[in-house]
């Protein structure tokens, strides 16, 4: 079974930038589609946007143009660097394959102050 750590979260400011990343365990991580995902307090997990195996991407409109993810294979890592950071960016962000989901990791928290 894939474990999912995610790292790289904190306290930023409005408008600063943040890298999170995400490191899987086992060898099929690069044969497989990977997404990021948000779960903010009260509110349902959702998907910020994913990586193919190719490495084309694809985002919520939320956060087209501002967040970018990537990914490095030789070290079963996917990265989401978050740029112009809005309160509303606030969540514990989790990856993971984007078809039949791995065990959920504990995630990272990004909290974004005014």
């Known amino acids: 079974q894939v474990q999912l750590v995610e790292s790289g979260g904190g306290l930023v400011q409005a408008g600063g930038s943040l890298r999170v990343s995400c490191a899987a365990s086992?060898?099929?991580?690069?044969?497989?589609?990977i997404g990021w995902y948000r779960q903010a307090p009260g509110k349902q997990r959702e998907l910020v946007g994913g990586?193919?195996?190719?490495?084309?991407?694809n985002y919520a409109d939320s956060v087209k143009g501002r967040f970018t993810i990537s990914r490095d294979n030789a070290k079963n890592t996917v990265y989401l660097q978050m740029n112009s950071l809005k309160p509303e960016d606030t969540a514990v962000y989790y990856c993971?394959?984007?078809?039949?989901?791995?065990?959920w990791g504990q995630g990272t928290q990004v909290t974004v102050s005014s």
């Open positions: 086992g060898s099929t991580f690069s044969s497989n589609a």
């Open positions: 993971n394959r984007l078809v039949r989901p791995w065990v």
């Open positions: 990586i193919s195996t190719g490495g084309s991407t």
